[in-house]
């Protein structure tokens, strides 16, 4: 692994204190040299730069430092590399999870949707049909759209450990409603642990999105795919090749 250069050094900075200090056209403008310019890998961007950021402003707000209008304005400058960025970077790749239904949302009580929809775009650009409940979503309304669509996967998002408990609840109300066996269920959220996961029988632990759409796709038997642009390509030359072997040399 190479060194970094101090003009990379100084764009990580520059995006790290974009998000904290919320300056929109900053945060694009330095997520886009970093992966333009020094190649960085867009994943690598979001969790060893951006997210640590916004973990930064929560520290902040917690300290008292930070009012909920300044988490408002990091929270939008995040939005807007993330959008116009690095969701862009990752590869449609519509034929591999085709038709395999993901119900996500957050769960009742919390209205932070920044994981969630990532998680929605991630799921999404790796083919899976993602309905996306949004925020603030009872446990019936997860049980209701899990059996009118016969989704495969139901994603729990919760940022708050007073918001935690209510996945517990989607997960038994899915128990009660008879689905459960029939559902991959990801915890998803910052706050959200291994332990946690076992605790309220959630099959997948994810407070890194990267890593549940691993774990979801070795579940469901799939080959894990693209995730990036450029692996996108190589998948594509590998799966081109396997399916051209049968009808010609290539
Ligand atoms: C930005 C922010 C806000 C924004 C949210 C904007 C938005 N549109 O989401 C605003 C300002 C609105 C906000 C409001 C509040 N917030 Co707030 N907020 C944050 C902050 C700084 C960042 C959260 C975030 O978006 N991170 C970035 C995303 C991308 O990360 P993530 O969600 O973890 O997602 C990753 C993984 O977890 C995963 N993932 C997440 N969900 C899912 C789902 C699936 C299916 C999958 C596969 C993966 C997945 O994917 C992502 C990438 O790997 C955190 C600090 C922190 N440490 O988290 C506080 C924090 C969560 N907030 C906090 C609080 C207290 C509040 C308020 C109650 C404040 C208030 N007094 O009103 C309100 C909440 C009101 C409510 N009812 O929900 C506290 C919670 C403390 C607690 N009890 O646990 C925190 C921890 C700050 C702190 N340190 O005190 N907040």
């Given at each position: ?17 974009a998000i904290v ?6 945060a ?25 950021a ?20 990091s929270?939008?400058a995040f ?172």
């Amino acid at each position: 692994m190479s060194a970094k250069s101090a003009e990379e050094e100084k764009r990580e900075k520059e995006l790290y204190d974009a998000i904290v200090d919320g300056d929109e056209e900053l945060a694009v403008e330095a997520s886009k040299a970093l992966v333009e310019e020094f190649k960085r890998d867009p994943r690598d961007v979001l969790n060893n730069v951006m997210l640590p950021a916004l973990r930064y402003v929560g520290e902040l707000y917690e300290k008292g430092e930070y009012f909920i209008a300044d988490m408002v304005i990091s929270a939008e400058a995040f939005k807007k590399a993330m959008n116009e960025v690095i969701l862009p970077l990752f590869r449609k790749n519509k034929e591999s999870s085709a038709r395999i239904v993901c119900v996500f949302g957050t769960v009742q009580g919390d209205i932070h949707d920044l994981g969630k929809n990532l998680a929605a775009s991630i799921f999404t650009s790796e083919g899976f049909e993602v309905i996306d409940l949004g925020t603030d979503v009872p446990p019936e309304k997860f049980v209701e759209k899990v059996k009118e669509t016969s989704a495969k996967v139901v994603g729990l998002s919760a940022l708050m450990t007073t918001t935690m408990p209510n996945q517990k609840k989607v997960i038994d109300y899915l128990k009660e409603s008879g689905l459960r066996n029939n559902v991959i269920i990801i915890a998803g959220g910052a706050p959200i642990t291994e332990e946690w996961v076992n605790e309220i029988g959630a099959d997948i632990c994810g407070n890194d999105v990267f890593k549940a759409l691993r774990e979801v796709k070795a579940l469901l038997g799939l080959e894990v795919l693209s995730q990036t642009a450029e692996e996108g390509e190589k998948v594509m030359v590998k799966s081109v090749k396997r399916g051209g072997d049968k009808d010609a040399a290539s």
